[in-house]
């Protein structure tokens, strides 16, 4: 299951493929205690937890990267965040809260628990261990191992042995401003001093987004490398200053932090100035060595990676470019333009011996949705397609849509600078995820400094009553009255100013 913001008990479920039936289901992490545990697995995993955990959720939901091994028929599930992120909040006396952040692995026709490595002990910061996982077997000091690998948000690349899951090596492939290395011998992460310093001041590496997402990786046995599509995005954290932050609660987006602390102040070119911190690689890594053999140009962050037997590597770049690498020096040997982004790994098929490469084209994920600073939405469009390259191919792109930016002059602010603000306390909460950051969105949902003055004149309908539902916006009446939503628009009234008037400024002579 997905959704561990939303308070939410994360688990992995087998059904039988003729009939549909329910298999066998591993939970992730504890349930109440009064309830009974499922198994001595969870009765184990109940003592790395404090408080009443239960109440929050918990998370731990498997969004992402499972593998299965059928020599040892082992399933390999990688579990993600804590609900909520605070650790503080859902786990108040500490605890590594097992299976948050860990590998686990199950036997896969029974769901029976046989191992598990966590990567993020008491995890705070949403480093889940959700990313890709790839199964080798390497030559490591002289003996052939079968290896798991992984590069999660946390920033550290691991190697473990699969059959036991024992550590082998784990090193940075990123900057980690929160743990200085992994302790070989006990496999648990070394803190740094401001690790858990969440006073909104705090600059922390990785981000919540990590140093590694969703964005598949890829191992090319031929040269023995991984090509990592890292991520350098910082962020600071603050403990929520709400009550209604450090309640718990379902169906409501809860990370434990408060939103307003990455809320930058009211600047020219804000989203080129945010998008300027926001930077990644493709990483040529060696796993034996646990070292950089090779890194693309540092700069916008890229997306999934497609490695092949010709020894070349594909990435769709933040530039709206699809490039291929050598594979073993990471020379740029060929780049195409795209027009939007490549969030998508490219695959490659061959049709009556003629081979194709293939790549689904489009902005998509939390980062367009939320930041629209990180896939430059104000300069790339979404062009959602499948975009399909062969030697000699000879078919042209049609013209990029042209975009009319400017904006109408906004209605007033009518209310209070108090009520402004709380406006935006709630509109960081409540609606950023889907509207931006700062309104900065990515361009797949409405951006409400537009909205148009019928949407203001049914403002109340909308975000409360949800009359838009069924283009996607639900209503918020659980969780917003009246004033709570006028409040918003007030904020949304001050953004679009805000907006109006800088372009003003750059139009005039």
Request: glycine share 12%; aromatic share 10%; charged share 15%.
């Amino acid at each position: 299951n997905g959704g561990a913001e939303l308070g939410v008990r994360g688990y992995v479920s087998a059904y039988h493929v003729d009939s549909g039936k329910l298999a066998w289901r591993f939970h992730t992490v504890p349930g109440n205690p009064a309830d009974g545990f499922e198994s001595p697995v969870m009765q184990r995993a109940a003592k790395t937890w404090s408080g009443q955990w239960w109440q929050w959720g918990g998370g731990g939901t498997v969004w992402d990267s499972m593998v299965y091994d059928p020599q040892l028929n082992l399933l390999y599930i990688g579990v993600g965040n804590g609900s909520p992120w605070n650790h503080r909040l859902r786990s108040p006396e500490g605890g590594d809260n097992l299976f948050l952040a860990s590998i686990v692995a199950l036997r896969a026709d029974t769901g029976e628990y046989v191992w598990h490595y966590q990567t993020t002990p008491g995890e705070t910061w949403d480093f889940t261990a959700t990313q890709h996982m790839i199964l080798a077997d390497l030559e490591i000091a002289g003996k052939t191992r079968k290896v798991i690998m992984q590069a999660p948000k946390n920033g550290f690349f691991y190697v473990l042995d699969r059959i036991t899951g024992e550590l082998i090596s784990a090193e940075a492939f990123a900057t980690t401003t929160w743990a200085s290395h992994i302790d070989r011998q006990t496999g648990r992460p070394v803190e740094t001093p401001a690790a858990r310093v969440f006073d909104g001041q705090n600059v922390s590496l990785p981000s919540n987004a990590g140093a590694h997402n969703w964005h598949p990786m890829s191992y090319h046995p031929g040269t023995g490398l991984v090509y990592i599509p890292s991520m350098h995005i910082p962020i600071r954290f603050l403990e929520p200053t709400h009550a209604r932050d450090r309640l718990p609660g379902q169906g409501y987006w809860n990370t434990g932090f408060d939103r307003i602390a990455n809320v930058p102040p009211d600047v020219p070119n804000l989203a080129q100035l945010i998008a300027e911190t926001y930077t990644g690689a493709l990483l040529g890594w060696d796993p034996v060595k646990q070292a950089v053999r090779w890194q693309s140009e540092v700069g916008r962050m890229g997306g999934g990676v497609l490695s092949t037997a010709g020894n070349l590597v594909f990435q769709g770049d933040g530039y709206a470019r699809l490039q291929a690498f050598d594979a073993s020096s990471g020379e740029l040997l060929w780049s195409q333009d795209t027009q939007t982004l490549a969030m998508a790994a490219p695959v490659t098929y061959a049709i009556d011996g003629e081979q194709y490469v293939a790549v689904a084209v489009g902005f998509g994920g939390g980062a367009a949705s939320e930041a629209g600073a990180i896939v430059h939405a104000w300069e790339i469009p979404n062009l959602s397609r499948v975009l399909v390259y062969k030697l000699g191919g000879m078919a042209q792109l049609p013209p990029v849509p042209q975009r009319n930016r400017a904006l109408a002059k906004p209605q007033p602010v009518t209310a209070s600078e108090a009520v402004v603000a709380h406006g935006q306390v709630l509109y960081q909460r409540h609606c950023s995820y889907c509207h931006g950051d700062a309104m900065l969105t990515g361009g797949l949902t409405a951006d409400l400094r537009y909205a148009a003055p019928g949407v203001h004149a049914t403002w109340q309908d909308i975000v409360r009553g949800g009359v838009l539902r069924g283009a996607g916006m639900v209503g918020f009446e659980q969780y917003l009255s009246e004033s709570d939503a006028e409040a918003i628009r007030q904020y949304v009234l001050l953004e679009a100013g805000r907006l109006y008037q800088r372009q003003q400024a750059e139009a005039a002579p």
